[in-house]
């Protein structure tokens, strides 16, 4: 008996040493006896880094999967918020990885802007040279979190082969009649000497970064006219290409407001200029038969006119082709946000009546008209002449882009005396910032004569180049259609390029970004699109937006001054401070160095490691819920990756030990307890699928492997552990969808799991035996396993039932709905008429069919009654 036994142990020996030496994945630490400690993690983080941090380039255009966060300013530093969104996306890029998508994952630098300019001219350094720096830093950083981004596609918005193409797009925009100049009453910062938009411009009347009081100027500013495609951006709203927009639709329908009214371009004659106004109104026909117009006092355009010129002043109707008396008075009912109203008291009597009361000679006959017909004729009249007729919400005002300062896009504008405005030739472009020395103060292009002056594109007489630069939100408009094509000198992208990638499958980035950037992003793609130089008008079909980090500050009550941690101490539930003894209140706030409540990612990277760190920062809430940041969330992460280790200890220890072969007990135990994991195995991959691929609540599917561990710890006999083929392929299972978490700890688990002798799953495609975790495919649920198929009427569930998977894979949405209304718990709840189905089949993972009736109609109706009676109370 000895003897067979240690024959049995050399042959175990043997094939172990056999299977090492022909084998073609990399190999594990071996530290499996040791406990897991920062150091092992450490370890393992720069044993396998090369594999976490490869990427493959993308051999076919079939099956591209575009997945995008938004690009971070480069400041020099990570913060925990670029940590968690950055996680995000790593791990939704390499979940499609596994899914065997060619994924397109870029990074790159939205590096333009005030802040660094600010930081440069602080340290006697060009604006260039700390940016540059900074970038380098972050990257490091962004490198040392295991992001698997594909460098080869990274673009800076400073650097002149990428703002050469904003500017060529401006000047797309420019001979579209979509990029103007007007005077403009602007938010001005006294110390940044710059514009602020309204949003920059706190509720104290104080900038958002100098913390200056803000001045009101009237200065000539470069617009874009994006409210030419206001109706087009609220009506896509609706459309059901985007995904999972959620709130972010309303507060985007919201921002751009009901498109109910057109607005026309005047023109008016002031000091021999020609100038623009923009006229909006919600009667279109009083751009036909309009007689007055009416301008608030403080519009910019009469600050600059005398008592007498604003008298005599007068406005050119291109629909009328009449020019028409402008008065200026406070006392009418501007639409809102507008200073400028046209009357028509010959069609409208409030309008009569305005003109009686203000004591305004009125010279005109009242005539009745059919106003629908006026009103669509106006429209017609205006487009014909290119001087508007689009719908727009009064209170939406086009984008303000002009930044007085050096660090920007230049404006590919030159001024000449005798042609005015004129664009840069193309072939002319980049017009690339001068180099300044790092002791010059001026914070404006104007200072730098010899860059200035020039020559006239169209006279070659003497002129002067555009010293504004551009809002950075103008370089972040349209960077997403760059990384598809990031070094093509003849174009800013190729829509070749373009086509079979866009939208942008999953775009992900904070809620603060989730109104203007998106807005402008939005209406850049739609204008591109019209001239031809997009696939599609939409730039992003689902958007993925991550809730802030919140740290727990402490404030004195009686002062308001914020103090650190350290100087606080509890004294029952309530705080104190330590050395005055004063009430302190806590509270989680944003994170922010002034408000000492800030976390430090690198104290978390050498601490703990990358892959801890990014399991911490994923795990129990969703992406889209604000993270309260606290050392009290470690020990669950800590624990969970102990048992993972001690699991693969355990499964090598128990493999190559010959005894628990070919025991006598072996069938009972290991067939029952492989018909109970069969179960938990699938379900726990449908689940954990169904969240991390769909949803993309990435904290549900990592507690879904967190239940399916505790299956695998769960007293389970040496001897099952030894021979089960279910233990075994629920192990694989786990280390490959825990991967895109933790890619560096699971490369080492697999790479563990691999050396195991005594295989029991090799005639099973579910595991590639030849290769890393990285390079495998993402479990998928057995085709019997009954999945789950789920009806909901009027929102709420009614009716849930088990489909055998092969069967519900292949339901089609009539079939579902036949099904379901067979189903007593369903048709219990019909009691109107079936206004709108929805199916929703998620492959392998379960069916939703949505049931709307007109009982919800009435109640959505009766919600919005009572929204537009509180909001009128």
């Known amino acids: 008996m000895s003897i067979m036994k240690s024959c049995r142990n050399l042959l175990l020996k043997e094939k172990t040493l056999l299977f090492h030496r022909f084998s073609r994945y990399k190999s594990c630490l071996g530290l499996w006896e040791q406990d897991i400690s920062t150091e092992i ?28 966060s938004m690009f971070p300013y480069p400041s020099g530093n990570l913060h925990m918020g670029h940590v968690r969104v950055y996680s995000i996306s790593d791990s939704i890029a390499r979940i499609q990885k596994l899914q065997g998508k060619n994924v397109i994952h870029p990074i790159g630098w939205d590096a333009f802007g005030l802040p660094a300019e600010n930081a440069a001219l602080e340290r006697n350094i060009l604006p260039q040279k700390w940016t540059d720096s900074n970038i380098k830093a972050m990257k490091n950083q962004l490198l040392q979190l295991g992001l698997n981004f594909d460098w080869e596609r990274e673009i800076s918005t400073c650097n002149p082969d990428y703002y050469k193409w904003t500017q060529y797009i401006f000047l797309k925009l420019f001979e579209n009649g979509l990029a103007y100049q007007s005077k403009a009453k602007v938010n001005w910062d006294p110390v940044d000497n710059t514009v602020l938009a309204d949003e920059q411009v706190d509720d104290n009347g104080c900038s958002w970064r100098s913390g200056a009081k803000v001045e009101k100027k009237t200065l000539t500013q470069w617009f874009i006219k994006t409210t030419k495609y206001a109706k087009q951006l609220y009506d896509g709203l609706s459309s059901d290409s985007l995904e999972n927009w959620k709130d972010i639709i309303n507060l985007q329908k919201h921002w751009i407001g009901e498109c109910d009214g057109v607005v026309v371009s005047f023109k008016v004659k002031i000091k021999n200029k020609v100038q623009h106004l923009e006229i909006w109104s919600s009667e279109p026909y009083k751009f036909i038969h309009g007689d007055y117009i009416f301008m608030k006092k403080d519009n910019a355009m009469l600050q600059e006119l005398s008592h007498e010129e604003i008298n005599n002043l007068k406005c050119y109707n291109p629909v009328s082709e009449k020019e028409i008396s402008v008065y200026v008075c406070d006392d009418v009912n501007y639409p809102e946000g507008r200073d400028v109203y046209i009357a028509s008291p010959s069609v409208d009597a409030d309008d009569y009546k305005l003109i009686r009361c203000l004591n305004i000679p009125l010279d005109i006959q009242r005539i009745d008209i059919n106003c629908n017909k006026e009103n669509e004729k106006g429209i017609k009249l205006a487009q014909s002449k290119k001087v508007g007729g689009y719908y727009s919400s009064s209170k939406l005002k086009d984008w303000l882009i002009s930044r007085q300062r050096y660090w920007g896009t230049p404006i590919p504008i030159i001024h000449c005396p005798s042609c005015g405005a004129v664009p840069v030739p193309y072939e002319d472009l980049p017009v690339v910032l001068p180099e300044k020395k790092t002791d010059e103060a001026s914070l404006s292009l104007s ?3 010899s860059w200035v002056n020039c020559k006239c594109p169209q006279c070659s007489g003497n002129a002067r180049r555009e010293c504004d630069t551009m809002d950075t939100f103008v370089d972040s408009s349209w960077y997403y259609y760059r990384y598809l094509d990031p070094q093509n000198k003849q174009a800013p992208f190729n829509i070749k390029s373009l086509a079979g990638v866009t939208p942008v499958n999953c775009y992900i980035g904070g809620k603060e970004h989730a109104v203007l950037h998106l807005y402008y992003a939005r209406f850049m793609s739609y204008f591109l699109h019209s001239i031809g130089l997009t696939p599609t008008q939409e730039p992003f079909k689902k958007l993925l937006v991550q809730g802030m980090i919140m740290g727990q500050s402490y404030k004195v009550k009686s002062t308001g001054k914020y103090i650190p941690p350290d100087e606080v101490e509890q004294v029952g539930k309530g705080y104190k401070e330590k050395a005055t003894g004063e009430t302190v209140l806590a509270q989680w706030e944003k994170m922010s160095k002034s408000k000492f409540n800030g976390e430090n990612p690198q104290r978390l990277l050498t601490e703990y490691g990358c892959d801890t760190t990014r399991l911490l920062i994923l795990s129990d809430v969703p992406p889209e819920t604000s993270r309260k940041w ?25 493999r190559n030990n010959p005894e628990l072969f070919n025991n006598t007990t072996l069938g009972s135990q290991v067939e029952e307890f492989d018909t109970r994991t069969w179960n938990s195995r699938n379900y726990f991959i449908a689940t954990a699928t169904y969240h991390f691929l769909h949803t993309q609540k990435l904290s549900v599917g990592i507690s879904r492997l967190q239940s399916l561990t505790a299956i695998l710890r769960n007293n389970v006999p040496p001897l099952v552990v030894a021979n089960s083929k279910e233990f075994e392929l629920a192990l694989a299972n786990l280390i490959v969808m825990l991967s895109p978490i933790t890619p560096h700890f699971c490369s080492e688990l697999w790479a563990g799991f691999l050396s195991a002798p005594h295989r029991l799953s090799n005639n099973i495609d579910a595991i590639d035996w030849n290769k890393e975790v990285l390079q495998q495919k993402w479990p998928k649920v057995d085709s019997k396993y009954p999945l789950s198929f789920l009806c909901k009427v009027d929102g709420a569930d009614r009716c849930d039932l088990k489909i055998i998977g092969h069967e519900l894979n292949n339901m089609t949405e009539e079939k579902a709905l036949e099904i379901m209304l067979k189903e007593k718990l369903v048709k219990d709840r019909i009691k109107t008429d079936i206004i709108k189905t929805k199916y929703e089949l998620y492959p392998d993972c379960r069916a939703i069919l949505h049931i709307f009736t007109e009982r919800s109609a009435k109640v959505k109706k009766n919600k919005i009654d009572e929204e537009l009676k509180r909001s009128q109370a």
Request: without cysteine; positive net charge.
């Open 41 to 68: 993690k450490l370890n393992i983080e720069r044993h396998w880094s090369p594999e976490v941090l490869a990427n493959e380039k993308l051999i076919t255009n079939e099956n591209k999967v575009y997945i995008l």
């Open 447 to 449: 200072s730098i004569e």
């Open 630 to 654: 606290s050392d009290a969330t470690l020990p669950g992460a800590l624990n969970w990756q102990h048992r993972l280790w001690r699991t693969i200890r355990e499964f090598l220890k128990h």
